[in-house]
């Protein structure tokens, strides 16, 4: 399909107006283009010889309108660190249109009636995070946005220093947040909180329509997709940092990428935002604090359906959590069923790499090439001392005896990463780019596209992460 042949449509726009505010974008001045992802593009339908026009980088800059497009940017309110904030909304992204089911977005594209006191743009740095991120997200098989287009420009923004602007444009089956139910909860627009239930069933669970309380089935949908993602968030390491109600999509996607990152050495407790001085939004606390968001979301659809059914189903939370937990752990340490003793065998893995401050991805890829009472010396060398994991590995040898060695291989070589993005690589290649060279962001996309293979030209990136740039804390506007 050409560009000039896309036709968008926007069925948020049928909702009451204090859904949203129709904004226009504002461009970036001398855009250009530093990445296109033509994986997403063909999701799209956008025909691979369009993605290097004029147009294209005019789409992402917000100066070319696809037919239909009606600009606008979402309402909605949250609980940012445990306090509600009544009016929040899209400060700095404005959605374009809907293309089939997935829906385009430009973030920093300008100010919208959301800012506040902000100015509705995006750095390069931040841009360059989300963009990688969220292709390296997609191919670990976890819930997520897309992007399909990255650029820059020599727009000044100011932040702590002076930046340059860019826009990422982001893909996503929807924006829907919890927040944006607390927005209309909290001011007692049930008429408008009930339009955007059947909105979100409609769009993300059209399969439990025509039931006879769909709202709480919504509920419980939501509730078992957010369990899912946090299970799959804790397997690959993977720390959000800012997880407040307007961070959380309704259709159970990691949305919103701001000061995350993957573990460096292994900490329960690891925090990666710089702001959470309390570690509300630790690595450990995430499936948590999910649950209490949960909460938060089960009270503002009680003038929908009854509290106390959704109740009975939160209380569920806790053990589909541990189930989901515990069939991506027994796939990453290619356990085949489940016998007793496998949490304890998990549970003890966890605290001897943080005793031993081992690097979680390199362990279990390490692991994974490991053979039954075979050599250990790789294994060992991730630790600063033998003892402890040598203990860990007695034990898993004994649960491996009788499951087939090629069979158990290729099963964690297919769900343990040889690569994530680690905050020390995506800052290599903002650095990079900040200089005009883009090649880094080229080759972490490669490496995010394919995160299970070798890649021998990376195998620098592939080690325990350099002990000056280990469990690094950034801002929120990262």
């Known amino acids: 399909m050409k560009l000039n042949e896309i036709k968008v449509t926007n069925p948020y726009l049928n909702l009451d107006d204090e859904f949203y505010d129709r904004v226009k974008p504002d461009p970036l001045f001398k855009p250009h283009l530093i990445h296109v992802n033509k994986y997403v593009a063909k999701t ?15 789409l992402l800059n917000g100066e ?46 300008g ?25 390296a997200m997609t191919n670990l098989r976890i819930p997520t946005t897309l992007c399909l287009g990255l650029i820059g420009s020599e727009h000044e923004v100011r932040r702590e220093r002076i930046e340059k602007g860019a826009i990422v444009c982001r893909v996503s089956t929807s924006w829907v947040r919890f927040g944006t139910f607390e927005y209309y909860a909290a001011n007692g627009m049930f008429k408008e909180l009930k339009e ?38 804790m397997s690959v390491g993977f720390n959000h940092g800012v997880m407040n109600t ?53 009270k503002v659809l009680s003038p929908l359906t009854p509290i106390e059914g959704m109740e009975k189903l939160l ?68 630790a600063l001392y033998h003892e402890p994991m040598n203990d860990w590995l007695d034990v898993y040898d004994e649960r491996i005896k009788y499951i087939d060695p090629t069979e158990r291989r290729n ?35 490669n490496i995010a596209k394919q995160p299970f293979e070798e890649h021998p030209e990376f195998e620098r990136w592939a080690k325990a992460t350099p002990k000056e740039f280990r469990n690094q804390r950034l801002s929120c506007s990262s």
């Open 196 to 233: 955007l239930a059947d909105y979100v069933i409609e769009e993300s669970f059209p399969h439990i329509k025509g039931n006879p309380d769909p709202y709480k089935l919504l509920f419980n949908e939501v509730m078992v997709i957010t369990s899912r993602l946090m299970a799959q968030w």
């Open 111 to 135: 100010k919208t009636e959301y800012s506040r006191m902000g100015d509705g743009r995006a750095v390069l740095r931040s841009s360059i995070r989300e963009y990688l991120v969220s292709e």
């Open 44 to 58: 799209l339908d956008i025909d691979e010889s369009e993605l290097e026009t004029d147009d294209f980088l005019k």
């Open 246 to 298: 307007d961070n959380m999509s309704i259709a159970g996607l990691t949305i919103d990428y701001g000061p995350f990152a993957f573990l460096d050495d292994f900490k329960h407790h690891n925090v990666c935002n710089h702001t959470d001085v309390n570690g509300r939004y630790s690595y450990a606390n995430q499936p948590a604090v999910a649950k209490w968001n949960l909460q938060a979301l089960m």
């Open 315 to 382: 209380e569920l939370y806790d053990r589909v959590y541990a189930r989901y937990t515990h069939y991506y752990m027994c796939k990453k340490l290619g356990l085949e069923g489940t016998v007793e003793g496998d949490p304890e065998l998990i549970d003890e893995m966890y605290d001897m790499l943080e005793k031993l401050k081992v690097d979680y991805t390199l362990f279990l890829r390490t692991l994974s090439h490991y053979k039954h009472k075979g050599d250990r010396s790789d294994l060992l060398a991730t």
């Open 64 to 109: 070319f309108q696809p037919e239909g497009s009606d600009t606008f940017a979402m309402c909605y309110a949250g609980h940012q660190f445990g306090h509600f904030v009544p009016r929040l909304g899209d400060g700095r992204a404005i959605n374009i249109g809907m293309i089939d089911k997935f829906q385009l977005q430009l973030k920093g594209a």
């Open 411 to 445: 099963q964690m070589l297919n769900v343990n990463p040889k690569y994530v993005l680690k905050n020390y690589m995506l800052q290599e290649a903002i650095d990079k780019a900040e200089m005009g060279d883009f090649s880094v962001v080229d080759d972490l996309f």
